[in-house]
């Protein structure tokens, strides 16, 4: 039985640890759940004793890429 990210949170909340990784912040849920109810109750448990780790920085996955120049990054947007 395939399971939603929902359901699998909601039956891990209280019963075992969750490790999620994400280049999205935590305001974007609306965007990752399709829905900002669902949003809200998916990011309450899931922030519910937890501990956050903010990593800032260029991927570690795309150092190599870009040192060999078979990636370049996006260039920056304008600060105006």
Known sequence: MERTYCQLINARYERGSII???????GEGDELFGDAVLATAV????????????IRGQS?????????DVYTAPAEPNAS
């Open 43 to 54: 990011l309450d448990r899931l922030l519910h004793h937890a501990h956050i780790l903010n």
């Open 20 to 26: 999620l990784t994400s280049n999205k912040g935590i």
């Open 60 to 68: 570690y996955r795309l150092k190599d890429k870009m040192k060999s």
